[in-house]
């Protein structure tokens, strides 16, 4: 299932599912269980974990599992492991809610992870943090991305919709075999194909009396109670609402077409970009050596330039990154400091860009000129490809969400463009 903001939805889930829980076990063997029961201990363990389990992550970097595609946006199921890692580092509150249910169970057995499979019950724990830690990551990436409001419970409910959807396609595709329940879907008796059967070519054509129909076949077919159909409360309100129903199979029908092409290199576009953006670049410069204007930003036209400070570095300072998030990308080790030094600190670019991370930067070259062009130093090359590296790796050098990452490179940009008089 695809949203706008979202990344962590679809099928690859269970791969980083199963390689955060098993990296998270090799983290418990150096960090005991037992310092979770200590609450004022809390920010201490989890940032011990995080550092941990990112270590056995990179460990890993080469196995089948860690290099598996996790979704239709390029991502591997190593690149949304540590994103969601990370993600947990910046929720101090889901690590508390681990240590309390760590607690609850030592409560009721005592150290359970030293009894025979006491690893299965911490790693199910483990699991369960990060099930829930994924739907609050895209949840609010989700607001972002649209601006409506969106609760981890309704991206739940967004993907209960996208499995029954998979369910009742994977019934019509055998209806023969499935008759008494597709008929009890459609609502009407099947003597031979429904029509239905190739009219629904995606989710936006599933309708909601059909997914209706379908939780509440379940459990005669032996698929016990539908999610609709259970004493739980949390799908109550779509029960009795066909119609948000049918707005959500939509809408995750509408959005799946739409970003079938999402960061496609559009290459009869990229000979305009780099004129454009060079010929951008070439006024600019021309404007500043004339004086006809100075590059700064949010300033009125009635307010006095100040004079440069001379004690004021040429550049600001490198931010220090982690070489092995480089070595795990593939990249050299000492990447990030080389292509930093590499920057042209001098040009009226970096210092209409200077409150933005090296990522952002060559996010925005990236976007504005293309993956390849002469003009880029060597050090900013991945040496495997060639060129700038994707925007995947580039948000695992700034260790954040991609969409995080596409939304700062956007709004540098936007901030490149008010620069230029």
């Not at 008796?189 to 209706?212: F, H, N, T, Y």
């Not at 982690?322 to 080790?333: E, F």
Request: aromatic share 8%.
């Amino acid at each position: 299932m695809r949203l706008p903001g979202t990344r962590y939805q679809e099928q690859g889930w269970e791969q980083v599912r199963k390689l955060l829980g098993h990296c998270s076990l090799e983290a418990f063997a150096q960090l005991s269980p037992a310092r979770l029961l200590d609450t004022p201990d809390a920010p201490d363990t989890l940032a011990e974990y995080v550092e941990l389990t990112a270590q056995a992550l990179h460990a890993c970097a080469r196995s089948a599992r860690a290099e598996a595609p996790a979704n239709s946006y390029g991502e591997s199921v190593l690149e949304l492991s540590l994103s969601l890692l990370y993600e947990l580092r910046a929720r101090p509150a889901d690590w508390a809610a681990l240590c309390a249910a760590v607690a609850n169970e030592h409560q009721k057995i005592g150290p359970f992870w030293c009894a025979p499979g006491g690893d299965a019950i911490l790693r199910k724990k483990v699991n369960d943090l990060y099930a829930g830690l994924r739907d609050k990551v895209d949840s609010d990436n989700y607001q972002a991305a649209c601006g409506r409001t969106c609760s981890p419970n309704k991206m739940y409910a967004y993907r209960m919709l996208d499995t029954a959807y998979s369910d009742i396609a994977r019934l019509f595709g055998a209806w023969r075999e499935h008759a008494a329940q597709v008929a009890a879907i459609l609502g009407r008796e099947v003597a031979a194909m429904p029509i239905e059967v190739r009219q629904m070519r995606s989710i936006g054509a599933c309708k909601a009396d059909w997914v209706l129909r379908w939780s509440e076949s379940r459990e005669r077919f032996g698929g016990g109670a539908g999610p609709l159909h259970t004493r739980s409360k949390r799908f109550a309100n779509l029960k009795t609402s066909p119609e948000k129903i049918g707005a959500m199979l939509l809408e995750i029908g509408d959005y799946e077409e739409l970003s079938s092409n999402r960061d496609s290199d559009w290459l009869h576009d990229a000979g305009e970009a780099a004129n454009w953006l060079e010929d951008l670049w070439r006024v600019a410069d021309a404007a500043v050596e004339e004086g006809e204007a100075r590059i700064l930003p949010e300033m009125d036209d009635d307010t006095d330039v100040p004079e440069p400070d001379a004690a004021a570095p040429d550049a600001p300072e490198p931010i220090r990154y982690d070489s092995a998030i480089a070595a795990s990308l593939s990249l050299p080790p000492r990447f990030m400091e080389l292509a930093w030094a590499a920057q042209d600190h001098g040009s009226w670019s970096a210092g209409a860009l200077a409150a933005y991370s090296l990522p952002v930067r060559l996010a925005v070259y990236l976007n504005m000129i293309g993956a390849l062009d002469d003009s880029y130093p060597g050090e900013w090359l991945d040496p495997a490809t060639g060129e700038l590296p994707t925007m995947q790796q580039l948000a695992v050098l700034d260790q954040v969400s991609l969409p995080t990452l596409r939304k700062r490179r956007d709004a540098a940009i936007a901030t490149l463009l008010k620069a230029v008089p």
